[in-house]
């Protein structure tokens, strides 16, 4: 998983590897000069070493977290902890007025989702329990749980903050959840009416979604609460390298409207974006309709590769292009 943190101008990117499976672990073997998959090697906390087929190629993070296969769940707790304290600041850069994005990417099955919400997450329609990876569909249980992810964590850390101020300003607090399935947005918490929702930009207010739902929230409960509530519609599907893989790129979006003593006021918003995983169709045995959802998600985390490339390019004239997916 590679979790991206935007935030005041900085970009902060972090590297986790959850433990293989029984498949990868068959593809390496010993050393890992045998076998067909790569072997993984990590120097120190920010630079990993990749040795596949007689060649080794080092590559750097601002973080990078392993996983041994027999972590015991007091060390998973930390792990979550971790990283979670590794990416903080975007919640601390919103209550000073600044915008910040923390997403997740990586291949299906990385444990993207684990990361950004936790261990276990309430179903969509069509799924069952045993599609679950714990088997419940228990709707708060995984924001509140000790291995609760980034989302929950940044929850709480909001209204701990408001709850320190000392100044004596107002705060509001608004949250809007939507997925993009297919390249079609959706409303997550309204999903009878707020389907293909359109992208609208003006100098004025810069980019936003016309008609998607904005949910005042008073606790961090009540935040527990819209999450648990959109997570349910959101879409998945089983596939050979996911029980529960996520058909679509899912957006929490927190703002916080502070209103100052002398009447100013300040606002900041932070977009929490769990991506669905990058898929080779031969490996996950996708056909019909989940067939055609890995050809949008490949296609949109393509585009937004491009963008990334673009931005980092040492042109200055490079054209973003933005407006390749949504």
């Known amino acids: 998983v590679w979790l991206v943190l935007v935030m005041a101008c900085n970009v902060k990117v972090i590297c986790r590897f959850r433990p293989v499976n029984e498949q990868e672990r068959a593809a390496v073997l010993g050393d890992g000069e045998a076998g067909s998959g790569p072997y993984l090697k990590f120097l120190d906390e920010k630079t990993l070493a990749v040795n596949w087929k007689g060649k080794q190629e080092s590559f750097s993070f601002d973080r990078a977290f392993g996983s041994t296969e027999t972590e015991s769940f007091e060390e998973s707790v930390r792990e979550q902890e971790t990283v979670w304290r590794e990416v903080q600041d975007a919640v601390a850069a919103l209550a000073e007025g600044f915008n910040a994005t923390i997403f997740a990417y990586g291949q299906t099955g990385a444990g993207k989702t684990h990361t950004m919400f936790g261990p276990s997450v309430p179903l969509g329609p069509g799924m069952s329990s045993s599609q ?195």
Not at 226 to 237: N, P, V
Not at 305 to 322: R, V
């Open 132 to 326: 679950s990876s714990s088997g419940s569909a228990s709707s708060l249980s995984a924001f509140t749980a000790p291995l609760r992810g980034i989302i929950p964590r940044a929850c709480a850390f909001l209204f701990e903050l408001i709850g320190r101020d000392t100044t004596g300003s107002e705060f509001q607090v608004k949250c809007s959840f939507l997925e993009i399935y297919k390249e079609t947005i959706h409303d997550l918490l309204n999903p009878k009416e707020g389907t293909n929702l359109k992208v609208r930009e003006t100098p004025a207010r810069g980019v936003w979604v016309e008609g998607l739902t904005e949910q005042f929230v008073a606790s961090q409960d009540e935040i527990l609460e819209l999450l648990a509530l959109g997570e349910k519609f959101r879409s998945r599907a089983f596939t050979k390298m996911n029980a529960a893989s996520s058909r679509s790129h899912s957006l929490f979006i927190i703002s916080l409207i502070q209103k100052m003593p002398d009447g100013s006021t300040k606002e900041g918003r932070l977009n929490l974006a769990d991506l669905a995983g990058s898929e080779k169709v031969n490996k996950t045995g996708a056909t019909g309709n989940t067939l055609d959802e890995a050809k949008k998600i490949n296609q949109s985390l393509s585009a937004l590769g491009n963008c990334i490339h673009a931005l980092s390019s040492a042109k200055k004239s490079t054209h973003i292009p933005y407006r390749d997916s949504k």
